[in-house]
């Protein structure tokens, strides 16, 4: 199992970019594998709060580290015009040096990160954007000439460049619901999963049971990661998750939690967890 932060891009803290930069460095300095963050365009919780760009904070993170994997988790593609991320993706992984991990999913609209700017806000319709936007990245990433028309978008022979570093594609974790299953079946085309549950946290059986969904409808053999996340545990409770198929544990700031006391755990770093 590899231990990553979970960190969210707005708040008094964390909607400072030189915070997270910050937060980065003593994630990597201290054993970390992995520094992730989130992404929103607006959070009124309990009131209006200091929102940092996820993409742009990445880029400052890339620059600031040399090992930790990074990325969003999760960006909402359906938010974002599937060709501009394909840039990113590709800039960052290179920035990077092939680090990046990304996270992907349908978001939510709790604070109006779609219906307030005019978007649609429905789940089914974000859905069909997510795949259409899936095969969008994996064809512009390609390198080769690629053309796309689905319902939502459409691409007319374009090629970009540069492809990104890591072959054969910039690593791509997709977010779903335990038991809704649809986004399960659509994880398993790719290279892992953040799964959340429908009533907190995910039990071991669970995760044995989401593995096995995912596993009957994967067409490649690559390797595939499940990625979960709350507070720390202790070792049984991490052996566990990993006997059940847990490649990936996150360490987030929960509810109530100040930000010092969060940020002292990052600085003890993972080992203290390890098995």
């Given at each position: 199992m590899r231990f990553a932060v979970n960190v969210p891009n707005f708040g008094a803290v964390f909607g400072d970019v030189r915070v997270m930069v910050s937060c980065a460095r003593e994630a990597?300095?201290?054993?970390?594998?992995?520094?992730?963050?989130?992404?929103?365009?607006?959070?009124?919780?309990?009131?209006?709060?200091?929102?940092?760009?996820?993409?742009?904070?990445?880029?400052?993170?890339?620059?600031?580290?040399?090992?930790?994997?990074?990325?969003?988790?999760?960006?909402?593609?359906?938010?974002?015009?599937?060709?501009?991320?394909?840039?990113?993706?590709?800039?960052?992984?290179?920035?990077?040096?092939?680090?990046?991990?990304?996270?992907?999913?349908?978001?939510?609209?709790?604070?109006?990160?779609?219906?307030?700017?005019?978007?649609?806000?429905?789940?089914?319709?974000?859905?069909?954007?997510?795949?259409?936007?899936?095969?969008?990245?994996?064809?512009?990433?390609?390198?080769?000439?690629?053309?796309?028309?689905?319902?939502?978008?459409?691409?007319?022979?374009?090629?970009?460049?540069?492809?990104?570093?890591?072959?054969?594609?910039?690593?791509?974790?997709v977010a779903g619901v335990w038991p809704r299953t649809k986004p399960f079946r659509r994880a398993a085309r790719f290279d892992g999963v953040a799964p959340m549950g429908e009533e907190g946290m995910l039990s071991h059986e669970q995760i044995r049971d989401l593995r096995a969904y995912v596993e009957q409808h994967r067409t490649s053999e690559g390797p595939f990661d499940i990625v979960i996340g709350g507070p720390q545990l202790n070792a049984e409770q991490y052996a566990a998750y990993t006997a059940a198929g847990v490649t990936w544990y996150q360490l987030g700031i929960g509810e109530g939690e100040d930000s010092d006391t969060f940020r002292a755990c990052i600085r003890r770093g993972p080992l203290q967890f390890t098995t």
């Open positions: 990597e300095d201290a054993g970390w594998d992995g520094f992730f963050i989130w992404d929103h365009v607006l959070w009124l919780d309990p009131e209006n709060q200091p929102v940092t760009e996820p993409w742009m904070t990445l880029a400052a993170v890339a620059a600031a580290t040399k090992r930790i994997r990074l990325g969003p988790l999760v960006t909402p593609l359906p938010r974002r015009r599937p060709w501009q991320v394909a840039r990113q993706a590709v800039t960052l992984d290179q920035l990077s040096e092939g680090r990046l991990i990304l996270g992907v999913g349908i978001g939510g609209d709790w604070f109006g990160d779609y219906s307030r700017f005019g978007e649609p806000a429905d789940d089914k319709t974000h859905g069909a954007q997510l795949d259409e936007a899936l095969a969008v990245l994996e064809g512009l990433w390609s390198g080769e000439s690629f053309s796309y028309r689905g319902d939502h978008y459409v691409v007319n022979d374009v090629q970009f460049l540069p492809r990104p570093l890591q072959q054969p594609r910039i690593p791509v974790w």
